[in-house]
């Protein structure tokens, strides 16, 4: 038997990002069910022939969703919180959305990162008496789908003891073993249907199993797997795990007697040999040696000698050659990029470009020669990117080497620096304000997109700019908000647009990656040694102020962020590139501050992403992820006041790490949650301000004046009432004006009557 080559997930958007633009006609009404079914089957089956033609010849089924893989699976077990009102029978599509989404009756459920990447997935959640069962037969319809055009699948599924961890008790009277148990059965059946229709192999993706795993989680994976092998009738399953090393789990999970085990030897290598040792005669073990999340080329070499070493303990029919995780991480494919220079073109690998290494390496192990070409072309870009001129700055690299601790504290504590700002700045108490963004409106992008394109010269596109700009701030101040945004309709994206005025960055036009739902982000690719070249944001900022006499602040990326969101150099440490991010940063900061703006916001939604997932691993990264946000933030003086956001992500975790950071405000996600976040702050008496969210933008739905007024309520329990800042979750961009003109009026109203209760009460 030839060795395998395999994949574990292929990008669902497509090429020209498809399905975005299927989901956002449907759900602004311009295309029906029918026809956005369709544009999925047609996705599907041009993903299924790509893969087939990169020389997969068993691609995975079931891995492309309509918005969430891990909401696909609370479907199809029934897992569908009562406010849907979808108590039975086959789930509507309107209903999906729903939970995604949320409607006018029923809030969205939570969403937050897939471990530590920047996908967003739908926290499941369990209720008390919550009826399961199975009321969707996806992966088994998807099987039949790719077998009908003569494909033949190994159909994905979300574990069943990942999709328990990942999920959240939401009611009192319902635990994790119920649930556990309850759901059993129903993956019985959905794997009995998949034998019975074809399928010998399915993967079942248990990635918890890379986590520190306390005793009962690993009772869960006992029971739940000793149920399975119980049954009869049912397919071999690959046990697939992802995002680091099995470590002390592996014994765990070689104790689940899987057929077949994937590891992810991108990430962590160093398991290999224990694993061999270990692995039960007759189990397949699957090697994740091309990385899944990042676009370098692989080193062929290096890879190859993980899979001979495998390959002398097993033999090769034991062996399976695929990527280190789903390429649903990665952009689709390397040949849309066009205007790439061929250098750094040649130093790149998307999603079929990767599917071609995996079947280099496994063909390799047949016959060597057949890969010699591909390791000559491997060895050969590692060697010209190594040794470029373009990588290294030697002026980056001194300045580097100058810094001091000074450079990383404020001048004074917090408590001095609030009496200044308050005496600058003369804000109310529950002082309102929006994150940053205002809506990216089709004429501002269709405006972005001729200017690009050169069809209006950059004068006529900067009037339009300005236009727009001064049109936010005249809502902001019809809406009665106490500091302003400019709306950022300059930029394209808050990563990229600094990437693109930064040294050692570089850009695609093709290589976007879902975030969540029809949202795609296009990462920077950060090669070389950064730098910032001129100021980035200081005139757009200066021309708001000029409007009004409110303050504007003015809105930067934070450095771990804009690490987190580009796809980075691999050839030094990460903390040595957000250094460099972070002394760029730092310049603009000085130069706001020095063009009179007073407030300055620098986000840092992906701080907890980056967050290792292994507890041993923390102190590290939060010690010089924490410290490049402080030497981004402290070159101001104390009245210069310092937000900073983050969103979708638990903070108790890193709740200290947060109290280091020093921003005079921090706003974050609380909608979703009902205030459940703001737990940690009170536990640990956070000294400074905090604006908890208050209207989820990523829902269509608006809240009322109560909803948002009973959620400062909730606030209060917890915060005093002189470090409640009040504003919504995120950024508006995604959003239409209609129902943020109505949202921020009710927001505003909000915090009025939270203001005269506060009033009435002193009184």
Same mark, same amino acid.
């Given at each position: 038997?030839?060795?395998?080559?395999?994949n574990?997930?292929?990008?669902?958007?497509?090429?020209?990002r498809?399905?975005?633009?299927?989901?956002?006609?449907?759900?602004?009404?311009?295309?029906?069910?029918?026809?956005?079914l369709?544009?999925? &089957?047609?996705l599907?089956a =041009?993903h299924?022939?790509l893969?087939r033609e !990169?020389?997969?010849? #068993? /691609?995975? $089924?079931?891995? @492309?969703?309509?918005?969430?893989?891990v909401?696909?699976t &609370?479907?199809?077990?029934? =897992?569908?919180p009562?406010?849907?009102g979808? !108590?039975s029978?086959p #789930? /509507?599509? $309107?209903?999906? @959305?729903?939970?995604?989404?949320?409607?006018?009756?029923?809030?969205?459920?939570e969403?937050t990162?897939w471990?530590?990447?920047?996908?967003?997935y739908?926290?499941?959640?369990?209720?008390?008496?919550?009826?399961f069962a199975?009321?969707?037969r996806?992966?088994?319809?998807?099987f039949?789908?790719?077998?009908?055009?003569g494909?033949?699948?190994?159909?994905?599924?979300?574990?069943?003891?990942?999709?328990v961890?990942?999920?959240k008790?939401?009611?009192?009277?319902?635990t994790q073993?119920?649930?556990l148990?309850a759901i059993?059965?129903?993956y019985?059946e959905i794997?009995?249907?998949?034998?019975?229709?074809?399928?010998?192999?399915v993967?079942?993706?248990?990635?918890?199993?890379v986590?520190d795993?306390?005793?009962?989680a690993?009772?869960?994976?006992r029971?739940?797997y000793?149920?399975?092998h119980?049954?009869s009738a049912?397919?071999k399953?690959?046990?697939?795990?992802?995002?680091?090393g099995?470590?002390?789990n592996?014994?765990?999970?070689?104790?689940?007697?899987?057929?077949?085990?994937?590891l992810?030897?991108?990430?962590a290598?160093?398991q290999l040999?224990?694993v061999?040792?270990?692995?039960?005669?007759?189990?397949?073990?699957?090697l994740?040696?091309?990385?899944?999340r990042n676009?370098?080329r692989?080193?062929?070499?290096a890879a190859?000698?993980?899979?001979?070493?495998a390959v002398?303990?097993?033999?090769k029919?034991?062996v399976?050659v695929?990527?280190s995780?789903?390429l649903?991480h990665s952009?689709h494919d390397?040949?849309?990029e066009?205007?790439?220079?061929?250098?750094?073109?040649?130093?790149?690998?998307f999603?079929k470009q990767?599917?071609?290494?995996v079947?280099?390496?496994?063909?390799?192990?047949e016959?060597?020669?057949?890969?010699a070409?591909a390791?000559?072309?491997?060895?050969?870009?590692?060697q010209?990117?190594?040794?470029?001129?373009?990588i290294?700055s030697?002026?980056?690299q001194q300045r580097q080497?100058a810094m001091?601790?000074?450079?990383l504290a404020?001048k004074n504590?917090?408590?001095v620096r609030?009496k200044?700002q308050?005496?600058?700045?003369g804000?109310?108490?529950f002082?309102?304000?929006?994150i940053g963004?205002?809506?990216?409106?089709?004429?501002?992008?269709?405006?972005r997109a001729?200017?690009?394109?050169?069809?209006?010269d950059?004068?006529?596109y900067?009037?339009?700019?300005?236009?727009?700009m001064?049109?936010?701030?005249?809502?902001?101040?019809?809406?009665?908000?106490?500091v302003?945004?400019?709306?950022?309709?300059?930029?394209?994206?808050?990563v990229e647009?600094?990437?693109?005025?930064?040294?050692g960055?570089a850009?695609t036009?093709?290589?976007?990656v879902?975030s969540y739902g029809?949202?795609?982000?296009?990462?920077?690719?950060?090669y070389g040694?950064?730098?910032?070249?001129?100021?980035?944001?200081?005139r757009w900022?200066q021309?708001?102020?000029?409007l009004t006499?409110?303050?504007?602040?003015g809105?930067l990326t934070?450095p771990?962020?804009?690490?987190?969101?580009?796809?980075v150099?691999n050839?030094?440490?990460r903390?040595?590139t957000?250094q460099q991010?972070?002394?760029?940063i730092?310049?603009e900061v000085?130069?706001?501050?020095?063009?009179?703006?007073r407030?300055?916001?620098?986000?840092?939604?992906?701080l907890?992403?980056?967050?290792p997932?292994?507890?041993?691993?923390?102190?590290?990264?939060?010690?010089?992820?924490?410290?490049a946000f402080r030497?981004?933030a402290?070159?101001v003086?104390d009245?210069?006041?310092?937000?900073?956001h983050?969103?979708y992500?638990?903070?108790n975790?890193?709740?200290?790490?947060?109290?280091?950071?020093?921003?005079?405000?921090?706003?974050?996600?609380?909608?979703?949650s009902?205030m459940?976040?703001?737990?940690?702050?009170?536990?640990?008496?956070?000294p400074n301000?905090i604006?908890?969210?208050v209207?989820?933008?990523h829902?269509?739905?608006?809240?009322s004046?109560?909803e948002?007024?009973?959620?400062?309520q909730?606030?209060l329990?917890?915060l005093?009432p002189?470090?409640?800042?009040?504003?919504?979750d995120?950024?508006l961009?995604?959003?239409?004006?209609?129902?943020v003109?109505?949202?921020l009026?009710s927001?505003?109203?909000a915090a009025r009557?939270?203001?005269t209760?506060i009033?009435a009460a002193?009184?």
């Amino acid at each position: 038997m030839e060795t395998r080559a395999r994949n574990l997930g292929f990008p669902r958007m497509g090429q020209r990002r498809e399905l975005k633009f299927a989901l956002e006609d449907f759900w602004a009404g311009k295309r029906s069910e029918q026809e956005l079914l369709h544009a999925g &089957a047609e996705l599907r089956a =041009a993903h299924w022939k790509l893969q087939r033609e !990169a020389g997969i010849a #068993v /691609p995975p $089924s079931n891995d @492309f969703s309509f918005y969430d893989h891990v909401l696909d699976t &609370a479907v199809m077990l029934g =897992a569908i919180p009562r406010r849907y009102g979808c !108590a039975s029978g086959p #789930v /509507p599509l $309107s209903t999906y @959305f729903a939970m995604a989404r949320g409607r006018s009756d029923a809030p969205a459920m939570e969403m937050t990162k897939w471990f530590d990447t920047n996908y967003h997935y739908v926290v499941p959640e369990f209720e008390a008496e919550m009826q399961f069962a199975l009321r969707s037969r996806k992966p088994v319809d998807d099987f039949f789908e790719a077998k009908t055009l003569g494909i033949p699948t190994r159909p994905v599924l979300l574990g069943p003891v990942s999709f328990v961890l990942l999920g959240k008790i939401s009611e009192a009277g319902q635990t994790q073993r119920q649930v556990l148990e309850a759901i059993l059965p129903l993956y019985t059946e959905i794997l009995s249907q998949l034998r019975a229709a074809g399928a010998e192999w399915v993967q079942i993706d248990e990635p918890c199993l890379v986590l520190d795993l306390d005793a009962q989680a690993q009772a869960l994976y006992r029971a739940a797997y000793a149920y399975l092998h119980a049954q009869s009738a049912l397919p071999k399953w690959m046990l697939t795990t992802y995002f680091g090393g099995l470590n002390e789990n592996a014994k765990l999970a070689l104790e689940l007697d899987a057929a077949g085990l994937h590891l992810d030897l991108v990430r962590a290598p160093e398991q290999l040999p224990a694993v061999l040792a270990a692995l039960p005669n007759n189990t397949v073990l699957s090697l994740g040696v091309i990385d899944g999340r990042n676009i370098w080329r692989a080193d062929l070499a290096a890879a190859h000698a993980m899979i001979a070493q495998a390959v002398q303990a097993l033999g090769k029919d034991r062996v399976e050659v695929a990527p280190s995780c789903s390429l649903l991480h990665s952009p689709h494919d390397l040949n849309q990029e066009t205007k790439l220079d061929a250098e750094l073109r040649g130093w790149l690998a998307f999603g079929k470009q990767k599917l071609e290494e995996v079947a280099w390496l496994a063909g390799a192990v047949e016959d060597a020669s057949r890969i010699a070409v591909a390791m000559q072309a491997s060895q050969s870009s590692l060697q010209t990117r190594a040794a470029s001129a373009r990588i290294h700055s030697i002026a980056v690299q001194q300045r580097q080497q100058a810094m001091d601790a000074t450079m990383l504290a404020r001048k004074n504590p917090y408590p001095v620096r609030r009496k200044k700002q308050s005496a600058v700045l003369g804000l109310p108490e529950f002082p309102t304000t929006t994150i940053g963004s205002f809506p990216q409106t089709a004429e501002v992008r269709s405006q972005r997109a001729a200017h690009r394109a050169g069809k209006i010269d950059t004068a006529s596109y900067e009037k339009f700019l300005h236009e727009e700009m001064e049109r936010a701030i005249r809502v902001q101040e019809e809406m009665g908000l106490d500091v302003l945004v400019h709306g950022e309709f300059e930029r394209n994206d808050m990563v990229e647009y600094f990437g693109e005025q930064l040294a050692g960055f570089a850009f695609t036009q093709n290589g976007w990656v879902q975030s969540y739902g029809s949202r795609c982000v296009k990462p920077p690719v950060i090669y070389g040694d950064v730098a910032r070249l001129q100021p980035m944001t200081v005139r757009w900022s200066q021309a708001a102020q000029a409007l009004t006499q409110q303050p504007v602040k003015g809105m930067l990326t934070g450095p771990v962020t804009i690490l987190q969101w580009s796809f980075v150099r691999n050839d030094q440490p990460r903390s040595v590139t957000c250094q460099q991010i972070a002394l760029a940063i730092r310049d603009e900061v000085s130069d706001l501050e020095a063009a009179g703006i007073r407030i300055i916001q620098i986000d840092e939604p992906a701080l907890r992403e980056g967050l290792p997932l292994r507890r041993a691993d923390w102190p590290e990264y939060l010690q010089w992820s924490v410290d490049a946000f402080r030497l981004a933030a402290s070159g101001v003086q104390d009245a210069t006041q310092i937000h900073t956001h983050m969103c979708y992500a638990e903070f108790n975790d890193i709740i200290d790490a947060i109290i280091r950071m020093d921003a005079d405000v921090i706003s974050m996600e609380c909608s979703r949650s009902r205030m459940e976040l703001l737990d940690a702050f009170e536990r640990t008496q956070y000294p400074n301000a905090i604006g908890p969210g208050v209207y989820d933008i990523h829902s269509p739905r608006v809240p009322s004046v109560a909803e948002m007024e009973d959620l400062l309520q909730k606030a209060l329990r917890v915060l005093k009432p002189e470090q409640i800042w009040v504003n919504p979750d995120c950024g508006l961009k995604t959003r239409g004006w209609p129902e943020v003109r109505q949202a921020l009026a009710s927001l505003v109203a909000a915090a009025r009557q939270m203001r005269t209760r506060i009033e009435a009460a002193v009184d």
